[in-house]
């Protein structure tokens, strides 16, 4: 039966910590921008008629009042 030398056990938990600890940063961090970027891909166009504003509301939204001028304008399907 061997037994392994005193320092390599707690060495070997300090790195798997440390491996840990990186991998769930990155999935962290990984789940985060692939949220944020679901929302941006969701979201739609609008341009106001009247003051020719751009501006992004949520999919599914059909008429977003303009921010600028609060004129409802009605998304254009293309
Ligand atoms: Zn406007």
Redesign the pocket.
């Known amino acids: 039966m061997v037994t392994p030398p005193d320092v390599s056990i707690p060495v070997l938990l300090y790195g798997l910590a440390v491996l840990g600890g990186f991998g769930f940063l990155w999935f962290y961090y990984d789940r985060r921008d692939r949220t944020r970027y679901d929302v941006e891909r969701r979201k739609i166009t609008f341009h ?6 751009l501006y992004t509301e949520r999919k599914g939204t059909e008429i977003a009042p ?6 409802a ?1 009605v998304h254009l399907k293309f």
């Not at 106001?48 to 504003?53: A, L």
């Not at 303009?66 to 004129?71: A, I, K, L, N, V």
């Open positions: 106001c008629i009247r003051c020719d504003e303009c921010p600028r001028c609060g004129h304008n």
